[in-house]
C-alpha cells in the first residue's frame, strides 16, 4: 500500500485518472525531457560532449564563452541521463502543473542564469572543479530546493533503518544523491548552485521583485496546442480554465492564470466545468488531520483540490 502511494504521488499525483497522459499540464517538461535526450544522441555521435562541459580554464584563456550556454543543454553520458531523467522528469512535471507553464519557463531560466553567475563566482575565488561535466544540473537543484521546502511527508514513517524512521520523500533524495555525486564536484557544485539560486529566486528579499518577471505567453503557446483538456481542469479554488493549472503553493512564483475572456467564451468554460468532486475519505482526512492540522481546514482543503491529498497538504502548509 506504502509503495502504491509512493508512485501515485511521484509519478500520478493522487486524483489524477490514469487514462490521462502523463505529461497532460506539463508540456515544457516534456519539451525538455524529449529535447535533453535527443541532444544527448546528437553529440554523442558527433563526439562533441567534451566542447559542452563549463571548463573554466579554457573559458579563459580561449575565450569559449559558449561554454556558458551550452553546459546545461544535456547530460554527459548514458547513466547520467538515464538516472538524471528519471529524477528531473517527475520534478519539472509536478512543479510545472502548480505554477504553470509560463511562470514555470520564466523560473528555470532566471535559475539558470543565476547558477551560472554563482559558478564563476565560486570558480573565481573557490574553485572546486576544474572542468564542471554538462547537464541541467542547476534546473534539478532548483527542483530539489522546491520539493525539499514544500512538498509534505505523507508518510513519515514509510520504512526504517538503523532505528531512523525515514518517510517516502527520502527515496528521491537517495536516486538525486547518485546524479548529484556521479561526477564528484564536478556535478555536486551545478546542483548546490542551483539549489541556491533557486532559495534566492523565492527569498522574500528578491522573491517581490522577480515574481514581476514573467516570459511572454506566446513564448510557449505552441508547446500545448496538442493538450487543450487542461484548459477545463480545475484549479485549486474550483475554478475552471487557464492552462496554468496550479500555482506554487507559497504564491510567489505563482501567479496569472489564463481563463477565458469575454461573455461567451466564459460561459463556455462554465459549461466545461466538471461536477463537483464527491467527499473526502476518513482515509484522506486522517492522514492530512495526523499532520496537526485542523479537520475542519483539511475538509475544505480537499474540496478545493478534488480531493488531492498532496495539493491539499500544500494549501494547509502555505496557510491557503
Request: one cysteine or more; charged letters at 15%; a neutral charge.
Amino acid at each position: 500500500k506504502h509503495i502504491a502511494t509512493m508512485a501515485s504521488s511521484v509519478f500520478a499525483p493522487p486524483g489524477t485518472p490514469a487514462h490521462q497522459p502523463w505529461f497532460l499540464g506539463a508540456p515544457l517538461a516534456r519539451t525538455i525531457a524529449i529535447g535533453t535526450a535527443l541532444m544527448f544522441v546528437m553529440f554523442e555521435t558527433s563526439k562533441l560532449h567534451a566542447d559542452l562541459s563549463l571548463d573554466m580554464d579554457r573559458l579563459a584563456a580561449d575565450g569559449e564563452i559558449y561554454r556558458l550556454f551550452t553546459c546545461n543543454l544535456t547530460f554527459a553520458t548514458v547513466a547520467e541521463l538515464i538516472m538524471g531523467l528519471l529524477v528531473l522528469t517527475p520534478l519539472m512535471r509536478r512543479y510545472e502543473r502548480e505554477m504553470g507553464t509560463t511562470k514555470f519557463g520564466t523560473y528555470l531560466l532566471l535559475v539558470n542564469v543565476a547558477s551560472t553567475f554563482l559558478e564563476l563566482f565560486l570558480s573565481a575565488f573557490y574553485p572546486l572543479a576544474e572542468v564542471r561535466f554538462s547537464g541541467p544540473y542547476p534546473s534539478l537543484g532548483a527542483l530539489l530546493y522546491l520539493y525539499h521546502v514544500y512538498a509534505p511527508r505523507l508518510h513519515p514513517k514509510f520504512f526504517g533503518m538503523l532505528g531512523f524512521d525515514f518517510s517516502e520523500k527520502s527515496l528521491t533524495y537517495f536516486f538525486v544523491l547518485q546524479v548529484m555525486l556521479s561526477g564528484g564536484w564536478g556535478t555536486l557544485q551545478p546542483v548546490l548552485c542551483g539549489a541556491l539560486a533557486g532559495y534566492l529566486i523565492q527569498s522574500p528579499a528578491l522573491g517581490s521583485i522577480l515574481s514581476r518577471v514573467e516570459l511572454p505567453d506566446a513564448l510557449f503557446g505552441w508547446l500545448d496546442r496538442d493538450v487543450p483538456q487542461v484548459v477545463s481542469a480545475r484549479r485549486p479554488g474550483g475554478q475552471p480554465g487557464g492552462t496554468q493549472r496550479q500555482r506554487l503553493a507559497p504564491g510567489r512564483m505563482g501567479g496569472g492564470g489564463g481563463g477565458f475572456g469575454g461573455g461567451g467564451a466564459a460561459a463556455m468554460a462554465a459549461a466545461q466545468q466538471p461536477p463537483p468532486p464527491p467527499p473526502p475519505s476518513e482515509e484522506a482526512i486522517g492522514q492530512l488531520t495526523e499532520m496537526g492540522f485542523e479537520r475542519q481546514a483539511v475538509i475544505r482543503a480537499l474540496g478545493q483540490t478534488d480531493n488531492n491529498v498532496e495539493a491539499a497538504a500544500n494549501r494547509l502548509l502555505a496557510g491557503a
